[in-house]
């Protein structure tokens, strides 16, 4: 199992930047595909971004593009997400995900990942 915990979440004006961390326990961190999800209020969980076991493959979801970086750090067992240029439509709680893969593969979907954090606030003021 692998416990999963995020920060670096808060209050930023718009066009402001925040970069979320994801910790993993375990020994295994380089063996899982991780992902980053949100949740707005009212809304399902979507896909923000994801990176590959190795290389580091890296996908993003078309609305951060551009303004978002995932990265990782096996050596620190540590997940990234660097946000720039916020809008306020970013504003969510961020859920980091991880599951075990193969090289090169990443996921976009919620039901593909079996371990999650407990999720960080993220909100954009206007």
């Known amino acids: 199992q692998v416990q999963l915990v995020e920060s670096g979440g808060g209050l930023v004006q718009a066009g402001g930047s925040l970069r979320l961390s994801c910790a993993a326990s375990?020994?295994?961190?380089?063996?899982?595909?991780m992902g980053w999800f949100r949740q707005a209020p009212g809304k399902e969980r979507e896909f923000v971004a994801t990176i590959s076991r190795s290389p580091g493959n890296t996908y993003y979801t078309d609305s951060v593009k551009g303004r978002f970086t995932i990265s990782r750090d096996n050596a620190k067992n540590t997940m990234y997400l660097q946000m720039n240029s916020l809008k306020p439509e970013d504003t969510a709680v961020y859920y980091c995900?991880?599951?075990?893969?193969?090289?090169?593969?990443?996921?976009?979907?919620?039901?593909?990942?079996?371990?999650w954090g407990q999720g960080t606030q993220v909100t954009v003021s206007s």
């Open positions: 995900a991880a599951v075990a893969a193969p090289y090169y593969m990443y996921y976009t979907r919620p039901h593909q990942y079996d371990y």
């Open positions: 375990g020994r295994t961190f380089s063996s899982y595909a």
